[in-house]
């Protein structure tokens, strides 16, 4: 929305004035718009414009997935997904400005949590805040060892290294341990019914075991190491 120019001749009443350089309002930047005055005796006069195109707007952010999202206990918190939207801005140049904060999640704990996203574009504008509720769960898609005859866990208590052992003629496929932060300490792939695990490099504590046969059952089970 150019504010133009006004003219002015000591004879000619009319001017001709021609602009050149007017940017384009897809494109952000600093430009130069030049007007040149010509009057009726070809006697020319040049003045010049800087023009800023900007952005103002802020981005959006849509939350993909579930809200409130339901997650399993002791599982690690895998992000559902987020989506960002801007008058500028690609997605994939937001996403690497994301900043989410999942510093009051504990997936160790049954309850319910927030993991909040913003973001900041190139051009400073800042986001409004999300947030995703988070429920945390007692594990409900496995079947406790407790519960279970056909695989233990044994010696436990533990001191680091114990012995997981299927007491069906089906075998062990994989075998994962995982803190009471939710987060993967040792994973172990196997085609026998019995797994030695050691945690001896690991702090005492407890410790979530989720074991999958050849058949692809899955088993839940504690295991603590003193």
């Known amino acids: 929305n150019d504010p133009g120019v006004q003219t002015s001749d000591n004879y000619y009443p009319n001017v001709t004035t021609v602009r050149t350089g007017l940017p384009s309002m897809s494109t952000l930047g600093d430009f130069t718009v030049t007007y040149t005055a010509t009057d009726g005796a070809g006697n020319t006069s040049t003045v010049t414009r800087l023009v800023k195109v900007v952005d103002r707007i802020a981005p959006e952010i849509q939350l993909l997935g579930t809200n409130p999202f339901e997650h399993v206990r002791f599982k690690p918190y895998v992000e559902p997904g987020i989506k960002l939207k801007d008058n500028y801005y690609s997605d994939s140049t937001l996403q690497t400005l994301l900043i989410i904060d999942q510093s009051k999640l504990d997936v160790s704990m049954s309850g319910i949590y927030f993991v909040t996203y913003e973001v900041t574009d190139p051009s400073g504008n800042k986001s409004k805040k999300a947030q995703r509720l988070v429920s945390v769960v007692e594990v409900t898609g496995l079947s406790e060892l407790s519960n279970n005859n056909n695989v233990s866990i044994y010696p436990n208590p533990s001191k680091g290294q114990f012995t997981i052992a299927n007491k069906t003629n089906t075998t062990i496929k994989t075998v994962k341990v995982m803190d009471a ?9 196997a085609q026998f019914k019995e797994v030695e695990v050691d945690l001896t490099s690991m702090n005492k504590g407890l410790y979530m075991v989720i074991i999958k046969d050849a058949n692809g ?3 839940s089970g504690k295991v603590v190491l003193e």
């Open 181 to 189: 932060m939710g987060r993967i300490v040792l994973e172990k792939t």
């Open 217 to 219: 059952n899955e088993y």
